[in-house]
């Protein structure tokens, strides 16, 4: 019994951090059709963020659930400025020019903090199930992944935002008619989408320490998840979550971490063939 609870637990773990490092790209992808080769830098820089505030005196939470995602949005809203605003509906420059700047990130923090792993303690200790322990940090990143959810289906169905950004990304010259300007919203929404990334590299530091080449590990499961998942931002993501997550950490255990890692990508194709549109296109066309 102790052994199940603990891997239950493990597999919502699993699902929990495939969710927290998808999302932000769910967000940029899902409402403004970009392919933000960055994606994994955004996550790279929240983690940095996390880290050396906490290096500075300040608590580790205010650093992961606070500074982290501040800084990385103000960094994602000047490069929307900057570059992403100019590559709208531009499919191939924008991936280029994200993929540059994925490049630039890395090499820039590369130059800062050299290219070495850091890291910062992990909170709370461990808790001991049955003979078994499990660190209580766990559980706070499963809280954390659904009070994602939860505010972003809170702001998406029931804030004005949150229609303005659905009704930018089906229409934007309606929105643009009824007087609201499509550009500033796109502007938002990127910042917001790289925010929740810098969410999600401020929570992992702990876990998995940071180091300027750390992106390149989560952009490749965050894609496969996001498209995976389909149009639907939190149906979408959550559901390919659910899957991949469990699949990932059931076959990890029985077998090794990297046969787990094999097996999600033999499940994204199988999945990918069966249902093109994503798991949301074929059965939560209507979700959010």
Same mark, same amino acid.
């Given at each position: 019994?102790?052994?199940? @609870? ?16 998808? /999302? ?28 050396? &505030? ?55 923090? #590369? #130059?800062?903090?050299?290219? #070495? ?29 659904? &009070? /994602? ?21 089906? !229409? ?8 609201? !300007? ?6 938002? @929404?990127?910042? /917001?989408?790289?925010? /929740? ?21 989560? %952009?490749?499961?965050?894609?496969? @998840? ?61 979700? %959010?």
């Amino acid at each position: 019994m102790a052994l199940t @609870t603990v891997l239950f637990l493990q597999v919502l773990t699993s699902i929990a951090t495939i969710f927290l490092f998808s /999302v932000g790209l769910a967000i940029v992808f899902g409402m403004m059709r970009v392919i933000n080769l960055a994606h994994g830098e955004f996550i790279m820089l929240g983690g940095y963020a996390a880290v050396k &505030s906490n290096q500075l005196g300040v608590n580790p939470w205010v650093g992961m659930l606070l500074v982290a995602p501040a800084v990385v949005g103000l960094i994602g809203l000047v490069i929307e400025q900057v570059l992403i605003s100019r590559l709208y509906g531009r499919l191939v420059e924008s991936m280029l020019a994200t993929w540059g700047l994925s490049l630039f990130l890395t090499g820039l923090v #590369t #130059t800062i903090y050299g290219n #070495t792993t850091e890291g910062m303690p992990t909170p709370l200790g461990t808790i001991n199930i049955g003979g078994y322990g499990l660190g209580a940090y766990n559980l706070a990143l499963i809280v954390a992944a659904l &009070s /994602v959810l939860v505010a972003i289906y809170a702001v998406l169905r029931f804030t004005r935002w949150g229609v303005l950004a659905r009704g930018t990304m089906q !229409n934007p010259d309606m929105v643009a008619a009824l007087g609201y !300007n499509p550009h500033r919203i796109y502007a938002v @929404t990127f910042a /917001v989408g790289a925010a /929740v990334s810098g969410l999600a590299g401020g929570l992992l530091a702990p876990v998995t320490g940071v180091i300027p080449t750390m992106g390149a590990a989560f %952009v490749a499961k965050a894609f496969i @998840t996001v498209i995976s998942g389909g149009s639907a931002i939190i149906v979408g993501t959550g559901s390919a979550s659910i899957f991949f997550g469990t699949i990932n950490q059931v076959v990890s255990y029985a077998f090794t971490p990297g046969i787990g890692e094999a097996a999600l990508l033999v499940a994204a194709i199988v999945l990918l063939r069966i249902l093109p549109e994503g798991i949301s296109g074929r059965f939560f066309r209507r979700g %959010v």
